[in-house]
């Protein structure tokens, strides 16, 4: 089964609110998804980013190039 990223973030949201601390919630993701689970950084920055009263999961709005462009 594929699980996405944000998918990934809101387990994370889960375990912040349950007061899990970024060790247990990157464990939690290693057993239940092995190799795509997301890496134990980006889980810290996901967890300290939650702590802080962010709501949304979802990536922000970023300034710069777009990652694809279109050509008709």
């Known amino acids: 089964m594929e699980v996405t990223r944000v998918e990934q973030r809101s387990y994370i949201k889960i375990s912040v609110l349950r007061r899990r601390n970024t060790m247990e919630c990157h464990s939690e993701l ?3 998804f092995g190799n795509n689970a ?5 889980v810290s920055h996901w967890v300290e980013k939650l702590q802080q009263e962010r709501v949304s999961t979802s990536d ?4 710069g190039r777009p990652v694809s462009t279109r050509t008709d």
């Open 38 to 42: 997301l890496a134990y950084c980006t």
């Open 60 to 63: 922000e709005q970023r300034s």
């Open 30 to 32: 290693v057993e239940a």
